[in-house]
Every structure is written in structure tokens, then in C-alpha cells.
């Protein structure tokens, strides 16, 4: 019930931000905004206030604005979104990415000033550097960490370094060994039998592993850092990405595990039990994966509207709205059938 709604709230704050940067830039653009929405229809209930509606809606996975004219009619009406000029359209687009990776940058750096756990090298001697720690940070489904409930964020306690951790572990393949677990300020024992003969790539316990510390900046530096980490996100997840459609088209598979909103909840409360940092962290990651997966130019989601926009820059003539709109449609519904397609992948691995 707690990761629920902790899900919730951070799914909240990541929607309204996203839809804020819409909303507020289509009112300075002289658009009237008819409807401010948290979650899809149908509507569970709504306020108006001057001449938009604020509504809660029952599937609680996303948000919306609606903007008149946006889907293009009243095209002579200087109010509607369909009558203003390319680049107004475009601003107004583009808005809702840029608050994302505004949000981002916003909670890594204070973040850096509270003290976030990072990836660091085991030698390295910043003194600014506390709490060292070897933790999971991948785990391989249907290997032995899964099978004994070891968990990404978990601690392994009572080692030096990886290299000696690992030594350990392929030094006992096939025997029945315990190894200690911090999680949440508790420490678990785990008995585990690591393979003898694990799949390529996988390790003996199928867990991937980094060394992390804790380091907190004064706030000038914080704000540096927190730009810095931004931008390292942005770059890496849009690669990410990259990668994930090149596999999609070059294979047929994604070459990753995608998960939906159970998934991520799943996630979310693992960061939340270990601490308030992890969790901005994470909702920091969320933003800039909202960001980038929205400017993507795919049809239903921003980037695609952006892309529709730029054809018709580059035709001088704006696209049949019949056209772009079946074409959106058609896009919102393979969307949604992702969606269900990952969740119903993530309630498998639960079981």
C-alpha cells in the first residue's frame, strides 16, 4: 500500500510537471487551455476555474491538456492552438520535455547538497567520499539472486571490494554458501548455491555489481553537479533508447527488460525504503526518461506532433487533419498495447 502511493505521488509529480510546461506556455501563447487532466478518461471528477477545467481522471498512469483547436479546428480563431504560427506550435509542444529535465536538474541538485549515493572507482580517495558500499545494480531473471529474493540496491556486506566478492563467490560455485544483505538500514542472510556453469554474461549469481559512496557538495557545487548529472542522464538514456528501437528493428526484440508501471513501482518502493535520496535519484531518472521518451517522433506523443509540424514547415502547407489524427490514434493504441504488454511482463516476473 505504501509503494503504491509513493508511486503515486511521484508519477503525479512527474505528470503535472510535464503537463505544467504545456499548460503555462499555451496560456502565454494566447491559447485558451479548455481541460488541465491528471490520468485519462473517463473523469472521475473536475473543477473549473475561469475557462479550464482541473480534472482527476480514473487511469492514473499519465495527464493531459486539452487545448481548443489543437486537433485542428477553429483554425481562424486566434485563440486556438491549429491558428498560431509553426514555431508557437512547436514552443508550446516542446514544453512539457523541458520542464522534465528542468525537474531533473532541479532534484539532483539538491539532492548533492543532502549527499547521493554514486558509482565510484574503489581507489579513489576523495575524502569528500563516506559510506562505501559493493551493491547490486543489475539482477538476471531466473538466476540465483531472483531465486533467493536479492534485490537491485541491495548491499553485499562483509567484503572489501567487488574483486573480492567475486572471488569469493567463484571460489564456492556449486556449494551452498550465506552471504549477508544490508537493505533498509536491516541486514538479511541469504543462502545461495552459485552455477558452476552460468549463461554467458551472467556470473555465477547472476548479479551485476558497483561500488558506491555518498558524497555531499556545498550548494554552488551542488548546482554544477546536479547540471552535470543531468546532462550524463540525458545523454545515456536517449542512447539507451537508441538502442532499444535499433534492436527492435534489426532483431525484433528490444534487447532489454521494459517495464511498466508495476515495475516501476516495484522499483520506487525499493528506493524509498532505503532512503529519501535514492528516491530523488530515481524520480530524477523517471523525469529524464519522460523527457526523451516523449520527444521521440512517434505518433500520440509529442515528439510525433513535433514531427508533423516540421513536414508541414518544410510542404509550406499544413497536413490534412483527418490524416494526422487517425495517424495519432493509431499510435495512442499501439502504445497502449505496450503498456500492456509490459505490465503483463512484470506481473509475470512477480510470480
Do not use: C
Not at 25 to 39: C, D, H, I, N, Y
Not at 49 to 58: L, Q, R
Not at 145 to 159: K, M, Q, R, T, Y
Not at 258 to 271: E, N, R, V, Y
Amino acid at each position: 500500500m505504501i509503494t503504491a502511493l509513493i508511486f503515486i505521488i511521484v508519477l503525479g509529480v512527474l505528470v503535472l510537471v510535464h503537463e505544467f510546461g504545456h499548460f503555462i506556455t499555451a496560456k502565454r501563447s494566447g491559447m485558451k487551455v479548455e481541460e488541465f487532466g491528471f490520468g485519462f478518461p473517463p473523469r472521475l471528477f473536475g473543477i473549473k476555474k475561469g475557462e479550464t477545467t482541473y480534472s482527476i481522471n480514473w487511469i492514473p498512469f499519465g495527464g493531459f491538456v486539452k487545448i481548443f483547436g489543437e486537433s485542428g479546428e477553429e483554425a481562424e480563431n486566434p485563440r486556438s492552438f491549429s491558428s498560431k504560427k509553426a514555431g508557437t506550435r512547436a514552443k508550446v509542444i516542446v514544453a512539457g520535455v523541458v520542464m522534465n529535465v528542468i525537474l531533473a536538474f532541479v532534484l539532483l541538485a539538491i539532492g548533492n547538497v543532502m549527499g547521493l549515493r554514486t558509482a565510484i572507482q574503489e581507489d579513489d580517495q576523495n575524502p569528500l567520499i563516506k559510506d562505501r558500499q559493493i551493491q547490486i545494480v543489475n539482477i538476471a531473471q531466473q538466476s540465483p539472486a531472483v531465486l533467493v529474493g536479492l534485490e537491485p540496491l541491495d548491499e553485499i556486506v562483509g567484503f572489501n571490494n567487488v574483486v573480492e566478492f567475486q572471488k569469493y563467490i567463484n571460489e564456492h560455485r556449486g556449494q551452498k554458501i550465506t552471504i549477508k544483505i544490508g537493505r533498509g538500514g536491516e541486514i538479511l542472510e541469504k543462502s545461495v548455491v552459485p552455477r558452476v556453469n552460468p549463461p554467458a554474461g551472467e556470473g555465477a549469481l547472476g548479479i551485476n555489481l558497483a561500488a558506491t559512496g555518498v558524497i555531499k557538495y556545498p550548494w554552488y557545487r551542488a548546482i554544477y553537479e546536479g547540471g552535470r548529472q543531468t546532462i550524463f542522464l540525458l545523454i545515456n538514456t536517449a542512447y539507451g533508447y537508441g538502442k532499444i528501437i535499433g534492436q527492435m528493428f534489426t532483431t525484433g526484440s528490444p534487447g532489454a527488460e521494459l517495464s511498466g508501471p508495476i515495475g516501476i513501482a516495484k522499483f520506487t518502493g525499493q528506493a524509498a525504503r532505503i532512503g529519501f535520496a535514492y528516491l530523488i535519484q530515481l524520480t530524477a531518472l523517471l523525469s529524464v526518461n519522460l523527457a526523451i521518451l516523449n520527444i521521440i517522433p512517434f505518433p500520440a506523443l509529442d515528439g510525433g506532433r513535433l514531427f508533423f509540424i516540421g513536414i508541414e514547415k518544410i510542404k509550406r502547407r499544413p497536413i490534412s487533419r483527418r490524416t494526422e489524427n487517425l495517424v495519432n490514434s493509431i499510435g495512442f493504441a499501439l502504445l497502449i498495447l505496450l503498456m500492456i504488454y509490459v505490465t503483463t511482463k512484470d506481473i509475470s516476473r512477480l510470480f
